[in-house]
């Protein structure tokens, strides 16, 4: 029985369609990343699964409940952590954890051992008398999720886990996650527009505009792009474009300052322009294909800050 199933799935806000037909399901023990850009419809679809929205129109169930007709069982079995902190600053770390803890109805011996375990898996045993504001973000990422541990749920819904996070307590936070998948077989579903993070999921839902556009593991998505990928900096990305298209007759993408190319033996190309193009460029790089590309090839768009407007027009969020 899949952990997680989302079918046919449609929310509205008033005349804003946010999700539009989503379907898909997650495996038991997977780490399943929901990507997209802002506004794609991510976290509406996580307050649907975390049974903080009603579903309006599909099926939704979480190991074998339907969130529609039964959220309490749904609940038992998730453990939930949002993009803004819920941590009470001015209590302990162990303190936050008692008030979750009651809050589950767990109290005495079982509650400390609890507390005790759920501390040490997640690697702030030595921080417990500390409070909670004095905790750097990582750290603070780590009590939220030890406090949704508690109840030892089955499935764990991550909104945006790793923001505002540094590289570095990133690292650790998914060395942990993945751990708790491994030992525990929790089942991990992560919202996330970070390419980094969606690289490291077992399989991916790419959201955009409400609507599902691509469902697999990272190196299949990462296949639907063939060749390499070549990104030019450029101060007139429209001219060189142009001139790039009519002379190699190659299709390019255009982002700010940046041309995207995906190309069947990249290095000849690259090689062509340095010579034909001196001067005309900051950079010219070459790789194999990202998420990124993936997402651009699909939509024609790069993972930016686009905000969809009701009438289909489309303004920039920020
Ligand atoms: N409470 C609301 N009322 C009206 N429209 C909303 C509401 N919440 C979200 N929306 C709209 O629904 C669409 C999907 O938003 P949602 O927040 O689910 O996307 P997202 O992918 O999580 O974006 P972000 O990463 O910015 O949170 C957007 O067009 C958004 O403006």
Not at 61 to 68: F, K, W
Not at 84 to 111: C, F, I, W
Request: hydrophobic share 35%.
């Amino acid at each position: 029985m899949p952990a997680v199933v989302v079918d046919q799935l449609e929310y509205r806000y008033g005349e804003r369609t946010a999700l539009a037909g989503v379907s898909f399901d997650v495996a038991a023990g997977e780490i399943f990343g929901l990507l997209g850009p802002n506004g794609s419809g991510k976290t509406t679809l996580f307050r649907i699964l975390s049974t903080l929205l009603p579903v309006q129109s599909g099926r939704v169930e979480l190991g074998g409940h339907d969130v529609a007709k039964d959220p309490d069982a749904v609940r038992r079995l998730i453990g939930v952590t949002f993009q803004s902190p819920s941590l009470d600053v001015k209590l302990t770390v162990r303190e936050n954890l008692v008030h979750q803890g009651h809050l589950y109805g767990l109290s005495g011996r079982a509650l400390k051992q609890r507390c005790d375990e759920v501390l040490a898996r997640m690697g702030v045993a030595d921080r417990e008398k500390e409070f909670a504001e004095k905790l750097s973000g990582g750290l603070k990422r780590r009590v939220e999720i030890a406090k949704c541990l508690l109840h030892a749920p089955q499935i764990l819904l991550l909104d945006e886990p790793s923001t505002g996070l540094d590289p570095g307590a990133r690292y650790e936070l998914w060395k942990t996650l993945e751990s708790l998948q491994r030992e525990q077989g929790v089942t991990i579903l992560v919202t996330t527009h970070l390419m980094e993070e969606a690289e490291r999921c077992t399989r991916l839902a790419i959201l955009d505009v409400g609507k599902l556009i691509a469902l697999g593991k990272p190196d299949e998505l990462r296949e639907m792009v063939g060749g390499d990928s070549l990104t030019i900096q450029t101060d007139n990305p429209d001219v060189l474009a142009r001139s790039l298209e009519e002379r190699f007759g190659v299709k390019t993408n255009r982002f700010g300052p940046s041309i995207r190319i995906e190309r069947e033996r990249g290095h000849e190309l690259l090689t062509e322009i340095a010579t034909q193009y001196p001067g005309e460029f900051r950079s010219l790089t070459l790789g194999k294909p990202t998420l990124e590309d993936v997402f651009i090839k699909l939509t024609g768009r790069a993972l930016e800050t686009v905000e969809p407007e009701p009438a289909g027009k489309k303004k920039r969020k920020h």
